[in-house]
């Protein structure tokens, strides 16, 4: 059985936050994800920051704040605002954030202010707030509509970050992303991973051990106006392999522009398929079907997504604050093949993908490029 190499560091570009401290109508948001493939479950958390400054004058609204958006089993969703900005607390060189929203006194710290915390000291000091690193994830919030606690505590071992296991952590963006030109920014900062921990879900302790994780991160003054997404890293009878592609329209230097990717990792090596080395084309229903490809000078690769569950709304980022304009779900159908000219390198199958569509408009089939 391959076992990916670990290097010393798979700290991808761009794991650091980005906020310059000036910048009005800011987000950065962060999407985290294990599956329970013994149970046929994901969870999914997403965490947010949305106008640092505190208001955004030029628009007479007001969406400073945090949020916490966990999809858990049965893909029912939960949702906890933190309008404190206060209580949000990030490291510029590294992924490591925090956000605390209720908190009980220490008696030996009485002024503690939000910063990373031992494990046992966040739990005794935070109760309702949320702390990651590259290697943590922990937290907890409440459920008013069950009247209980969500808590969870999982440490990970990153296998992929975003390129060839024994090279330098590539952008996602590319080259360009480095550059105050596209927006939102973009980085898968764990391709993938094992995670090893417990979720608490509905007054039940899920525990696992080595159960695939995964985590990206976005950040800008926009979000697109119209995207989708997939991403998977459990493949019956392929426990090496991971795949995350998308395509969106997003601003460029003022301009609306169409880009894609997808983004192979198998074997410890990286196929890497974006605009700037390859021909993409989609065809994506408004629910349902999504069908991707790809094509270089060396390689080929077709994904076919579908489902027939209905999904769940989640909030994402926009003018008038979090809006619900984004379906997901985490129990989709995933074909990939991937093959050069004279040999089929992975053909395989899941039914755990995480399949999305958001934004508008989305009544007629998407479809860019050319589909075979």
């Not at 950065?28 to 106008?51: N, R």
């Not at 990970?156 to 550059?179: F, I």
């Not at 697109?224 to 601003?251: D, M, Y």
């Not at 065809?283 to 209905?310: F, H």
Request: aromatic fraction near 14%.
């Amino acid at each position: 059985m391959f076992k990916p190499h670990q290097p010393k560091n798979l700290q991808t570009p761009h794991s650091g936050y980005h906020w310059d401290g000036y910048a009005p109508s800011y987000f950065e948001g962060w999407y985290l994800k294990l599956t329970l493939p013994e149970i046929q479950e994901t969870f999914a958390f997403m965490y947010s920051l949305e106008d640092p400054l505190g208001q955004n004058k030029s628009k007479q609204v007001n969406n400073s704040g945090g949020a916490v958006q966990i999809l858990g089993i049965a893909e029912e969703y939960i949702c906890r605002t933190f309008p404190q900005v206060s209580g949000f607390w990030a490291d510029r060189d590294s992924l490591s954030f925090g956000h605390w929203g209720k908190t009980q006194p220490s008696l030996n710290q009485p002024n503690l202010q939000p910063k990373k915390l031992a494990i046992a000291k966040f739990n005794e000091h935070v109760q309702e707030g949320y702390q990651v690193t590259p290697t943590l994830n922990q937290g907890s919030i409440y459920n008013p509509r069950r009247q209980n606690f969500c808590r969870w505590q999982y440490q990970v071992k990153p296998l992929y970050g975003w390129g060839n296991s024994d090279s330098r952590q590539q952008a996602t963006g590319g080259l360009l992303s480095y550059l105050p030109l596209d927006n939102p920014g973009w980085q898968i900062t764990m391709a993938h991973g094992l995670a090893t921990g417990w979720i608490e879900w509905q007054n039940h302790k899920y525990h696992f051990q080595d159960v695939p994780a995964y985590s990206e991160k976005n950040w800008g003054t926009s979000f697109p106006s119209k995207w989708f997404w997939l991403n998977c890293n459990h493949f019956n009878q392929h426990n090496n392999l991971t795949v995350t592609a998308a395509g969106g329209i997003r601003e460029l230097l003022g301009w609306q522009e169409t880009v894609g990717l997808i983004g192979i990792h198998y074997q410890g090596e990286f196929y890497e398929f974006a605009p700037w080395n390859s021909q993409l084309s989609w065809c994506i229903t408004p629910w349902g079907e999504w069908q991707v490809q790809a094509v270089n000078r060396k390689y080929q690769v077709t994904l076919k997504g579908s489902t027939d569950v209905s999904g769940s709304y989640v909030r994402t980022p926009t003018a008038s604050g979090l809006v619900l304009n984004c379906r997901d779900t985490n129990r989709g159908n995933l074909w990939i093949k991937l093959s050069t000219a004279n040999e089929t390198i992975i053909e395989a199958t899941s039914n755990l993908a995480g399949l999305e569509v958001g934004g508008s408009p989305w009544q007629d089939t998407w479809s860019f490029g050319v589909t075979k």
